[in-house]
């Protein structure tokens, strides 16, 4: 895949050469280049999201539907009630965690579709630990702490594979997941399955008094404060440090960074790792607020949404925010178009799929118009 | 309905929902919400809960909202609670079985003027909030007369089971199914190939191919959607048994029979007795006689003789008189896990946690 090396490069700045009105003209230009890119990242997918809805509504159209209705009881079932609001909230959580996954490797490059698995196995070693753990908050730190490290070395895994033997990390994380999907079937159904459970097989339940609870005033549970807060601090990272620049470098040009002596391999490994831990820690905190125990249904194919989300983002984790909030919106509404249009399940993802072409297109804007401009000018 | 096959348990003069109807009789309609976990159109699992909704649809003072594809996620809380909040449902049919716990006990504390019926029969007296029910069919016996059928059709005398899971009501229709087989042939054996999960269509085209491989003449599954087994069946020019559903249509050669539910019965029941604000068993069960299952229509192929046996058979669960379970009986390991003389009639209790394959299976539970 081509798009994932073209995403995130940033063309390292020339160093300010001494002295002289060329070195105000270069920093001037650059700080018209740095602007320009600011308004591209919001207007380039703002238009992408804009086209999409109107190719979108021609669908509808298409199969009969007022789409005008269609949008006010999508924006009714997402955003437009308390509760159509906190339904989108809760659904945007766990996308923000796996989104993670896909979004800090692709910084590098790198297409990562493992978060399904990370997110399933976190699950299940944070279930199997959280039972032999006593106090709630002990459960509850365990069950994060083990859930997160689990889903990193899961990714992780893939990492090593793709710097030290080059195997392709897309096939690899992909394969990974029917591996992790088997391997919890295999431990609730055996080793750990609870006797109790007879016709649902599942580990033992962590206890009610264990669980994770909501955030003060809503009725959406502390899994999308984790969320806000790993994105942010995933930003950070990307944006702010040392890693993130050498991360991002590798993500631009493997040769000039190999060239510049960044630690290519150890940096793979690393971001990997990292985006794992956010996609584990999402299924600590499904079993931790949701189920109570492990099973089958952790098998949610939010590991798959949080890969849309990473690519529509971008691979920017602070741009992972909103869009976990876009598509959370269009699962709350989906459910509400099957029950007043009769539109058939698939109708959001059929939205989801045109807003991730209509994104994936729109790479080829950047950078467009205005770049052409000065030369003219000049 | 019978006493015999159905636990009562009934607190205190019904929910506060159905009281709210009995004062407000036939003005607001009663908006009924369906859950399904796949599409309703699968030819199996969802398809037999949409065929009930949509018997109730039809009845007068009745609105129903369904949605399908619902994930036993929070998704399925959020779907909850927007049916109660955005249409104004007050009766739900969430039906898939991993939705009762924690979702719908959930919901169920919080939404208290909500009525939840749950397909699972995982009801405790007690335990679970008043306002939820469950129910549930005993769909094995009518793979019993299926397996009579298919042990009176085969040729090779070889039998083929697709099953998702060796848990135990699926152990139990492998079971019941070979018992019936052996009833009328007792060379018959049941090929069981597990996939693992309950709709895994590749895996199960797959298993289909490989049993028919191996010489099986009858396959029947225990699986969501039926469809790609049955229609592999057809193409490969084997006979099949169904299952959830009728799918007769996908193999109008070789569809022998099927076990299908009857759920359009179960809810009418439900409807009319909440609209009569009367108050509605919490734990509902039933087989053949109680109309919760019932067996497909005998396909072309379907021999004289074999629809002797099986009417017969049928006859038998009508009565109340048929016990599947009965000592002596051994597993396919030759050990025996019915003691001679003992009965396990269909709510013995050692029956819902079924751990083995009888004597006649081919295959293994892990």
Not at chain 1, 269 to 286: K, Q
Request: glycine share 12%; hydrophobic share 45%; charged share 15%.
């Amino acid at each position: 895949m081509g798009i994932g090396v073209s995403i995130g490069v940033i063309s390292p700045v020339t160093e300010p050469s001494p002295g002289g009105a060329a070195a105000v003209v270069a920093t001037a230009e650059a700080r018209l280049a740095a602007r320009r890119r600011s308004v591209e990242a919001f207007a380039v997918p703002s238009a992408a999201i804009l086209g999409a809805l109107i190719l979108f509504g021609i669908f509808v159209a298409l199969t009969g539907r007022n789409p005008l209705a269609v949008y006010h009881e999508m924006y009714r079932g997402s955003f437009g009630t308390w509760f159509s609001f906190q339904n989108t909230l809760q659904r945007a959580a766990p996308l923000m965690l796996t989104a993670l996954a896909t979004a800090l490797p692709l910084r590098l490059g790198l297409v990562v579709l493992g978060g399904e698995g990370a997110m399933v196995l976190g699950g299940l070693a944070a279930a199997a630990v959280g039972v032999h753990l006593h106090s709630p908050m002990s459960v509850k730190v365990g069950m994060f702490v083990v859930g997160a490290l689990v889903g990193g070395a899961w990714v992780a895994g893939a990492g090593v594979l793709r710097a030290y033997r080059g195997v392709n990390e897309t096939i690899s994380t992909l394969l990974l997941n029917y591996i992790a999907i088997a391997l919890l079937n295999h431990m609730v159904e055996g080793p750990l399955r609870d006797p109790a459970s007879l016709n649902k097989p599942s580990t033992l339940p962590i206890g009610d008094d264990n669980m994770l609870g909501n955030l003060p005033g809503l009725d959406v549970h502390w899994g999308l404060a984790f969320g806000v807060a790993a994105c942010l601090l995933a930003w950070f990272l990307m944006q702010r440090t040392t890693f993130g620049f050498a991360a991002r470098m590798v993500g631009g040009n493997v040769r000039a960074a190999l060239l510049n002596g960044l630690p290519v391999r150890r940096l793979i490994v690393v971001a990997t790792f990292l985006g794992g831990l956010g996609a584990g820690l999402a299924g600590a905190v499904e079993v931790a607020a949701i189920h109570g125990t492990a099973n089958a249904s952790l098998v949610t194919g939010y590991g798959y949404t949080g890969v849309l989300v990473a690519f529509i983002a971008r691979g920017n984790p602070l741009g992972v925010v909103p869009v976990a909030l876009l598509l959370g919106g269009i699962g709350a509404s989906g459910g509400l178009l099957q029950r007043v249009f009769d539109l058939p399940d698939a109708t959001v993802n059929v939205l989801q799929g045109i807003i991730f072409l209509s994104i994936l297109f729109s790479d080829s804007l950047y950078g467009r118009r205005w770049a052409r401009k000065p030369a003219v000018a000049a | 309905m019978a006493a015999g096959a159905i636990f009562v348990a009934v607190l205190g003069g019904g929910t506060p929902g159905s009281r709210s109807h009995r004062a407000v009789a036939a003005t607001p309609p009663l908006t009924i919400g369906f859950i399904y976990v796949g599409p309703k159109s699968d030819y199996g699992y969802n398809q037999a809960h949409a065929q009930g909704a949509a018997v109730i649809a039809k009845l007068p003072g009745v609105k129903i909202r369904e949605e399908e594809m619902v994930p036993e996620t929070s998704a399925v809380q959020k779907t909850m609670e927007s049916m109660i909040n955005l249409d104004g449902a007050t009766v739900l049919f969430p039906t898939s079985f991993g939705y009762f716990d924690p979702h719908i006990l959930k919901e169920a504390a919080k939404y208290k003027n909500v009525t939840f019926l749950h397909c699972g029969g995982l009801y405790t007296e007690g335990k679970h909030p008043t306002n939820v029910g469950s129910y549930f069919g005993y769909i094995d016996e009518a793979q019993y007369v299926a397996g009579i059928v298919a042990g009176m059709s085969t040729k090779s005398n070889k039998l083929g089971f697709i099953a998702a899971k060796a848990i135990p009501q699926v152990l139990r229709n492998i079971n019941s199914y070979t018992l019936g087989a052996r009833s009328v042939n007792p060379k018959a054996t049941t090929t069981v190939i597990f996939t693992g999960d309950w709709s895994m269509p590749v895996k199960e085209a797959e298993a289909a191919n490989s049993l028919i491989d191996q010489g099986i003449d009858v396959l029947t599954m225990h699986v969501d959607s039926p469809k790609v087994i049955v229609e592999t069946a057809e193409r490969r020019g084997i006979m099949v048994t169904g299952y959830h559903a009728n799918q007769a249509a996908l193999a109008p050669k070789g569809y022998l029979t099927g076990a299908e539910w009857n759920w359009g019965k179960v809810y009418t029941d439900y409807v009319e007795m909440i609209q009569a604000g009367k108050p509605y068993p919490h734990l509902l069960r039933g087989g053949l006689k109680e109309g919760f299952v019932k067996v497909s229509p005998y396909g072309k192929m379907v021999s004289a003789a074999a629809k002797k046996k099986a009417d017969a058979a049928k006859a038998k669960f009508m009565d109340g008189k048929m016990v599947v379970y009965k000592g002596p009986l051994k597993d396919n390991t030759g050990k025996v896990v019915i003691a001679a003389g003992v009965e396990q009639k269909q709510t013995d209790i050692a029956l819902e946690k079924m751990d083995y394959l009888v004597e006649g299976v081919v295959g293994k539970t892990h």
